[in-house]
T-cell receptor, first 110, second 115 residues
Framework: GQSLEQPSEVTAVEGAIVQINCTYQ??????LSWYQQHDGGAPTFLSY????GLEETGRFSSFLSRSDSYGYLLLQELQMKDSASYFC???????????FGTGTRLTVIP | DTGVSQDPRHKITKRGQNVTFRCDPI?????LYWYRQTLGQGPEFLTY????????KSRLLSDRFSAERPKGSFSTLEIQRTEQGDSAMYLC?????????????FGAGTRLSVL
């Protein structure tokens, strides 16, 4: 089967750095994605790792280790607007859909 | 705004009633997906269309659920004889061609409350 594990909640201070971890179990691995969702809003794509290593997009970076079935999302210079839920996702069984983790709720405090 | 629009944004219905939701994907996207999301959970896949063909359905999609995409553009999701357990956010997403980088563009969803 498929499973994704990520912490349910994280709190961090404005301006700080926070790392959200994700471990996965899936057959037919096609990469690890990260989505952000504000309350009442649409999930929006943040980052993707198809190969091992670090991908950087502005204040956000994502890392993947396929041998460890592990990845993380790194958010730097945290801003209040970064308070949201963050989901890691892998390609689903049918390979035409996404299988999401249960999400990590990030709260940024002043 | 991702360019994927869903209507209505909220729907309140009584148990046993039928409801229909509409999704308008990004115009050039040939792939369309429906997901369901409950509080504190990630989106769960329901069904997938490539153009007008429904190519994949999740086990979550019971016989009371039906989805169409008649001309390969907008899509509708109908739930018949709604149950309280159907209360959730129903999300639509679209993508173009092969799901490169697993990028799907989501709408803001239709929140269904079944009383």
């Amino acid at each position: 089967g498929q499973s994704l594990e990520q912490p349910s909640e994280v709190t961090a201070v404005e301006g700080a750095i926070v790392q959200i971890n994700c471990t996965y179990q899936t057959s037919g691995f096609y990469g690890l994605s990260w989505y952000q969702q504000h309350d009442g809003g649409a999930p929006t794509f943040l980052s993707y790792n198809g190969l091992d290593g670090l991908e950087e997009t502005g204040r956000f970076s994502s890392f993947l280790s396929r041998s460890d079935s592990y990845g993380y999302l790194l958010l730097q210079e945290l801003q209040m607007k970064d308070s949201a839920s963050y989901f890691c996702a892998v390609r689903g069984r049918g390979a035409n859909n996404l299988f999401f983790g249960t999400g990590t709720r990030l709260t940024v405090i002043p | 705004d991702t360019g994927v629009s869903q209507d209505p944004r909220h729907k309140i219905t009584k148990r046993g009633q039928n409801v229909t939701f509409r999704c308008d994907p990004i115009s050039e996207h040939n792939r369309l997906y429906w997901y369901r999301q409950t509080l504190g959970q990630g989106p769960e896949f329901l069904t997938y269309f490539q153009n007008e063909a429904q190519l994949e359905k999740s086990r979550l999609l019971s016989d009371r659920f039906s989805a169409e995409r008649p001309k390969g553009s907008f899509s509708t999701l109908e739930i018949q004889r709604t149950e309280q357990g159907d209360s959730a956010m129903y999300l639509c997403a679209s993508s173009l061609g092969q799901v490169a980088k697993n990028i799907q563009y989501f709408g803001a969803g239709t929140r269904l409350s079944v009383l």
